[in-house]
């Protein structure tokens, strides 16, 4: 069992480069043309795909601290694209949602990226490309456990 373990670990590992080169990079614009940066980028994601969301449940979500979400969020809240306000039920809590602006940010943004990734996959054929959908379904639903 630990071999498979070990195993699994290795192989997840090796993907970090391929999936950073084809897909991530698509998400990198030219810093005079960036009004967010990567972390930023995946907040809007996040909060996108969940609707708003505890401040602590989306560091979790994005993999980062409290205090650099914090720093993420207050670029994001001045630019517009989230706001930010105490949980009614939890005076402690801090709930994040994206703003009308946010939302037609990340829209636009998640259709460059996509049309840029998707060209990454353009010598795919369609079983592949149905195996690589199922296996990264199986993976997230695995390690979000």
């Known amino acids: 069992m630990e071999d498979k373990r070990k195993m699994a670990v290795d192989e997840l590992l090796s993907l970090n480069p391929i ?9 990198q614009l030219p810093k005079e043309d960036r009004l967010v940066n990567r972390g930023q980028f995946f907040i809007l994601v996040e909060l996108q ?3 708003e969301m505890r401040m602590s449940a989306l560091a979790d979500k994005c993999n980062v601290s409290a ?10 809240t001045e630019i517009g694209f989230i706001e930010r306000f105490q949980d009614e039920k939890c005076r402690r809590s801090v709930i994040a949602r994206l703003t009308e602006k ?5 829209m636009e943004e998640h259709d460059r990226v996509l049309e840029t990734a998707l060209g990454h996959l ?9 195996e690589l959908y199922r296996s990264a379904v ?3 639903r695995i390690l979000e456990k």
């Open 19 to 27: 999936i950073g080169k084809k897909f991530f990079s698509a998400v």
């Open 49 to 51: 795909r969940n609707g």
């Open 67 to 76: 205090q650099q979400l914090t720093s993420l969020a207050d670029g994001l």
């Open 102 to 106: 946010g939302l037609a940010y990340i």
């Open 122 to 130: 353009g010598d795919i054929s369609d079983e592949e490309l149905d």
């Open 138 to 140: 199986s993976i997230r």
